[in-house]
Nanobody, 114 residues
Framework: QVQLLESGGGWVQPGGSLRLSCAPS????????LGWYRQAPGKERDMVVL???????IYADSVQGRFIMSRDNAKNMVYLQMNNLTPEDTAVYYC????????WGQGTQVTVSS
């Protein structure tokens, strides 16, 4: 069973930054897509960014220009750098991987408030 271990959530003031990390238990190259989703209280889980094995990343309009997804091939890690955070970014963030099936991390809470 594939596992995705997330870390890096927490509390930050508006305008601040956080970086989330995700460590898959299998090679990041074994997945068709990697990405991040988030779920705010009382709302559905929404895509934040998707990164295909090859090709361009797809960002949600709400985070375009503020969030950056990257990967470190040597460390087999993926990251989500979140800048200029607003209270509307408050949510549980999930690492996502698509292989033979869809895989989800356990989620990490991000809270943006003053």
């Amino acid at each position: 069973q594939v596992q995705l271990l997330e870390s890096g959530g927490g509390w930050v003031q508006p305008g601040g930054s956080l970086r989330l990390s995700c460590a898959p238990s299998e090679s990041i190259f074994s997945f068709n897509h990697l990405g991040w989703y988030r779920q705010a209280p009382g709302k559905e889980r929404d895509m934040v960014v998707l990164m295909p094995r090859t090709g361009s990343k797809i960002y949600a309009d709400s985070v375009q220009g503020r969030f950056i997804m990257s990967r470190d091939n040597a460390k087999n890690m993926v990251y989500l750098q979140m800048n200029n955070l607003t209270p509307e970014d408050t949510a549980v963030y999930y690492c996502y991987a698509e292989g033979t099936q869809n895989y989800w991390g356990q989620g990490t809470q991000v809270t943006v408030s003053s």
